[in-house]
């Protein structure tokens, strides 16, 4: 059992930057790859970066390659999403999953899910 707790959602302008975290507990964070998947009102969850077990190995949807950071703390068991260059369409609720796996990026690999944390980018 994983327990993942989303923060560091907000309100800010096009163009800006904002860092989310999750913190993870109730098992050993080193064992799961970790992800962030987004759902937006009316749309499906989509994937939107993922990092492997160690940390040596990462992958991004295409809308955010270059702009968004994965990256992932064994010390204190968090992951981050670093976003840069904020776009309007990035507003949706942002999700944290874990995988009992090397890499995950599926909806379906995941097996645990945090409860989410709202990124609203003003125009």
């Known amino acids: 059992q994983v327990q993942l707790v989303e923060s560091g959602g907000g309100l800010v302008q096009a163009g800006g930057s904002l860092r989310l975290s999750c913190a993870a507990s109730?098992?050993?964070?080193?064992?799961?790859?970790m992800g962030w998947f987004r759902q937006a009102p009316g749309k499906e969850r989509e994937f939107v970066a993922s990092i492997s077990r160690s940390g040596g190995n990462t992958m991004y949807a295409d809308s955010v390659k270059g702009r968004f950071t994965i990256s992932r703390d064994h010390a204190v068991n968090t992951v981050f999403l670093q976003m840069n260059s904020l776009k309007p369409e990035a507003t949706a609720v942002y999700y944290c999953a874990a995988a009992k796996r090397t890499t995950a990026w599926a909806y379906t690999d995941m097996d645990y899910w945090g409860k989410g944390t709202l990124v609203t980018v003003s125009s």
């Open positions: 109730g098992s050993i964070f080193s064992t799961y790859a």
